[in-house]
Every structure is written in structure tokens, then in C-alpha cells.
């Protein structure tokens, strides 16, 4: 079945680079995505990764995915206090669009 | 830049009484979704939505669960029976298109608490 996992909580200091990592279990998922959510606000989409694909960056973020190992991560470049948030990874399969979730990384970042 | 909008913020109700979660979806938007997330767990899919009908239903959204779209904007999921274990943060969310890559955009969710 689909399982997405997380690490619960990740604490940088301004200025480092973060990495969320994230393992997934369902070899038929297609997209990989990465949401951001602020506190009292909705999901945010950040980035998506087409399972063909190893790597996308998009400005400061760095999508990393493994699919032979079903891992994918999330790396934000010289982070800020203002990327302090919960962030989600999710999958999904080419149709139907349901987005499986993991239980979310808690971000952390000390000025 | 538009956005998804839900009503109420929070609700407050008691176990068996019915709630209907209100949601507004982008509006040239034609899938519509409900997700919801029990404190300390992760986001779960319930259904999907599209042309009227229901696409795609969670084992979750059982008969106490229904969604309808009573209008041209608004999207609702009611809960019949509201339980204890319906507590959680309600998220809708609408896309343009249904294939995978299709960009969901969340609304700010309803915390439900059921007493």
C-alpha cells in the first residue's frame, strides 16, 4: 500500500542549508511533491518532481529524488526564519490526483 | 493571486449533531477535494470531486460523510453524525485538472472538535 515517512523535526541555524528527507513506499508513484504550511494557513505547493526525473531546483530549493531506493529530499539554501514551518512530502500516481501524505517535518530555524 | 477560502475557522459541536464544512474553491477550478488531518497524524485524502459526482472516496468517508456542490462557487462536506474521532483540521482543495502534477490548492482548513 502507499506510506509516505518523514522525520518529525528538523532546527537549523539562519544562514544553513536544510535537508528534509522523506521515504516512500509505492514504486507506482509518479509525482513527488513537496508542501510548506505556515502556522492558521493552508498546504502551499513548493516543488513537484516527475519520477523520471533525479533533480529539480527552482531558486533556493534542491529536490533530490532516489527512486531506486524511494527517497526523496527537500534542500533550502541559505535558510531564513521565514521558511520556519511544517513541511509535507506527498505522492501520487499519474491519474486520479489523490495525494498521499506524510505526517509532516517540523522546521526549525534559529536566528 | 486567488486562493481557496473555508468557513468556519473552527467549529465547536457535540458528538451526533451534523456540521457542514464550507469551502470555496478557485474559481475556473473543476476538481474538488477534501482532506483532513487528526491532531499529531497526517494528512488523509477523503474524496474527490468532479462534474457532480464523487471521483475517488477514501475508506474514511463512510455514509456519514457527503459532499455536494450546492452552487456555482461553493463546495460543502457534511458530516450526518458527527463522532469524537471526526476532531481533526478539514482541508478543501481544487485543481484545474485531475492528472497527476496538477497543482491542489489547499485552502486554511476547519478545526473541527466533536465533545
Known amino acids: 500500500g502507499e506510506d509516505v515517512e518523514q522525520s518529525l523535526f528538523l532546527s537549523v541555524r539562519e544562514g544553513d542549508s536544510s535537508v528534509i528527507n522523506c521515504t516512500y513506499t509505492d514504486s507506482s508513484s509518479t509525482y513527488l511533491y513537496w508542501y510548506k504550511q505556515e502556522p492558521g494557513a493552508g498546504l502551499q505547493l513548493l516543488t513537484y518532481?516527475?519520477?523520471?526525473?533525479d533533480m529539480k531546483q527552482d531558486q533556493r530549493l534542491t529536490v533530490l529524488l532516489n527512486k531506486k531506493d524511494k527517497h526523496l529530499s527537500l534542500r533550502i539554501a541559505d535558510t531564513q526564519t521565514g521558511d520556519s514551518a511544517i513541511y509535507f512530502c506527498?505522492?501520487?500516481?499519474?491519474?486520479?490526483?489523490?495525494?498521499?501524505f506524510g505526517a509532516g517535518t517540523i522546521l526549525r530555524v534559529k536566528s | 493571486e486567488p486562493e481557496v477560502t473555508q468557513t468556519p475557522s473552527h467549529q465547536v459541536t457535540q458528538m451526533g449533531q451534523e456540521v457542514i464544512l464550507r469551502c470555496v474553491p478557485i474559481?475556473?477550478?473543476?476538481?474538488f477535494y477534501w482532506y483532513r488531518q487528526i491532531l499529531g497524524q497526517k494528512v488523509e485524502f477523503l474524496v474527490s470531486?468532479?462534474?457532480?459526482?464523487?471521483?475517488?472516496k477514501s475508506e474514511i468517508f463512510d455514509d456519514q460523510f457527503s459532499v455536494e456542490r450546492p452552487d456555482g462557487s461553493n463546495f460543502t462536506l457534511k458530516i450526518r453524525s458527527t463522532k469524537l474521532e471526526d476532531s481533526a483540521m478539514y482541508f478543501c482543495?481544487?485543481?484545474?485538472?485531475?492528472?497527476?502534477?496538477?497543482?491542489?490548492?489547499f485552502g486554511p482548513g476547519t478545526r473541527l472538535l466533536v465533545l
Open positions: 482543495a481544487s485543481s484545474e485538472g485531475f492528472r497527476g502534477g496538477e497543482t491542489q490548492y
Open positions: 518532481i516527475f519520477s523520471n526525473m
Open positions: 474559481s475556473n477550478h473543476l476538481y
Open positions: 470531486f468532479y462534474n457532480n459526482e464523487i471521483s475517488e
Open positions: 506527498a505522492e501520487s500516481m499519474e491519474y486520479g490526483n489523490k495525494l498521499v
